[in-house]
Nanobody, 126 residues
Framework: QVQVTESGGGLVQAGESLRLSCTDSGLTFGDYAMGWFLQSPGKERDWVSCINWNGEITWYADSAKGRFTVSRDNAKHTLYLQMNNLKPEDTALYYC???????????????????WGQGTQVTVAS
């Protein structure tokens, strides 16, 4: 089972960058495709980016394409999201979770029974 802790969020100005990290305290991180999700106040959780188990396949939401890069280091049990050229509309609580399937055009939802972490807050000021 994957048990995650997200970090790296903060308050930045528009145009600046952040790198989010998601660390798994379990033993099976490398077995799972992983995804980044965001949730803004009053809105449902939505996808940002996903990556398959070995990092060879990635998927991005349209809002993230060209600005965000997802990567992983299985030896460190860590998932990353490099966020460049941040915009005020990127402001949200960001979560990571294991997902079922990732292709270059599709990312499935978080696995059933996933236990969401606390998330990390990203706030982008204009």
């Amino acid at each position: 089972q994957v048990q995650v802790t997200e970090s790296g969020g903060g308050l930045v100005q528009a145009g600046e960058s952040l790198r989010l990290s998601c660390t798994d305290s379990g033993l099976t991180f490398g077995d799972y495709a992983m995804g980044w999700f965001l949730q803004s106040p009053g809105k449902e959780r939505d996808w940002v980016s996903c990556i398959n188990w070995n990092g060879e396949i990635t998927w991005y939401a349209d809002s993230a394409k060209g600005r965000f890069t997802v990567s992983r280091d299985n030896a460190k049990h860590t998932l990353y999201l490099q966020m460049n050229n941040l915009k005020p509309e990127d402001t949200a609580l960001y979560y990571c979770a294991p997902v079922g399937q990732v292709t270059s055009w599709y990312c499935s939802d978080a696995l059933p029974g996933n236990s969401w972490g606390q998330g990390t807050q990203v706030t982008v000021a204009s």
